[in-house]
């Protein structure tokens, strides 16, 4: 077996390696940090690759260590900090600020044993479902590297979908984990709204939270319990589940009826005029198939949400936690920022919001507050529901321009590619994108599974039971294939 191949491993599966003496985390580590180097100029996907420091902390990881990742590789999106890096939200203003502390996120990660080799891209102030920051230039999907790995957690995915990390950290405020997953072949899930604290920055975020991109539906759950819980200070959070995660999604998940859940599933997406192409609609046909060979029971619906103004309305909110980022990086580069500053969507956007009284802006996060209680209420009878992942093939590079003439049909532009994502931001429910099938074109085709309000656990216990039937972690890139042989 080649060292390479190490990277396409479980992360749980390496930490076994590491934790039963099969091989030291330096070597992990060193592994890594070579396939980052072979692979990146390609790709594109660190921001700052932390080599020195990393084999530090691998070099002190023994065998025996009881954390349950200790010793594995792993990358943290460049907008959470990191004590000694950059973080620059993919903007100028901040392409130079160094951290002095680590989020919590970085904290929970570091305690659970992960080492830390770098960061990785994303669009600026983490906007669009592509990963084309100015600052950095292009983020290329290893698939097909003419195209978007997705955003805006798109260096996050290209770097596990090559190999250069087992795992890699993200964040989903419209899909930015979700989208990233389907573009490159993996799982994401966004969890539960505070499921995960935003700490220390924020009390709680009405859209965004972090999770992980990764190969397996067993690290995306073991990793979820290592990153769920409170935070001193934390104005919400969600309820812990009955059992840790990583036990819950070993098991035949349960519905009224023991093992039969009862499934929406919806090709029509919640913007009116967004097109569906056949093939993304054909995989929620297959999916829907497959659930119920196994059992499940599976409904077609139209959920209530193609409504007149709610792609404004989420623009809008959307928009003033933009804006907020904005504002920061003002403060962070000590001068209130300018047109010059940034990429011309983003003036536009932050030109926008400064337009707005506050009784506007927490008009409109209550109007979408009111849209999603009836959505909600709408799939209460169901267990999940199943959705296309996109409603679009992965984009080719530069279809998304923000400084067009008309930079905000840029932004519009882009829910047309994710209308299927955004809305489960907006309920605060758990969604998971699942690679359950490939292309004819031969990239990765996702399907989205939303789950009930804090039901992460039927959810993922559902998304193992797929995985199980269509295993899909085995899959790589051509342009890494050679590492498997």
Known sequence: MPDSDLMFRSA????????????????????????????????NAFVDIDGERALASANEVGSGDPRPFAGVPIAIKNTRAVDGLRLTYGCSLMSEHVSHYDHNITRRLKQAGFVIVGTTTCPEYAILPVTEARLFGPTRNPWDLERTPGGSSGGAAAAVAAGMVPVAHGTDGGGSIRIPAACCGLVGLKPTRGRISAAPELGESTLGIDGMLTRTVSDTAAILDVLAGYE????????????????????????????????????????????????????????????????????EVDPPWQLEGLSELFGQVFSNHIALSIGYSGVVAGHVPTAEDMEPMSWAIFSMVKGMNAIEGMGAAVRLQ????????????????????????????????????????????????????????????????????????????????????????????????????????????????????
């Not at 076994?16 to 396939?35: P, Y």
């Open 370 to 485: 009111a849209f999603a209680r009836s959505l909600v209420s709408f799939l209460d009878p169901y267990d999940a529901l199943l959705t296309p992942a996109l409603a679009q093939r992965p984009l080719p590079l530069g279809t998304l321009d923000t400084a067009a003439p008309d930079p905000m049909s840029t932004f519009t532009r882009s829910g047309l590619f994710t209308p299927f994502t955004p809305v489960f931001n907006a309920t605060g429910q758990p969604g998971i994108s699942l690679p359950l099938f490939e292309g004819a074109d031969g990239l990765p085709l996702g399907v989205q599974l939303v789950g009930r309000p804090a039901a992460e656990a039927t959810l993922l216990a559902l998304a193992a039971q797929l995985e199980a039937q269509w295993e899909w972690a085995g899959r790589r890139p051509a342009m890494v294939q050679s590492v498997a042989e």
């Open 232 to 299: 001193l200070g934390d104005a919400t959070w969600a309820p812990p589940p009955g059992e840790p995660f990583a036990e819950g999604v070993k098991r035949t998940p349960n519905g009224e009826q023991a093992g039969r859940l009862r499934i929406a599933a919806t090709t029509t997406p919640p913007i009116a005029d967004a097109p569906v192409d056949p093939i993304c609609a054909q995989a929620v046909g297959d999916a829907t198939e497959l659930l119920r060979s196994l059992g499940h029971e599976v409904d």
């Open 12 to 43: 749980l599966e390496l930490a076994g390696m590491v934790r039963g003496g099969e091989i030291s985390s330096r070597e992990l580590v060193e592994i890594s940090l070579a396939r980052i180097e072979e692979l990146n100029p390609a790709l």
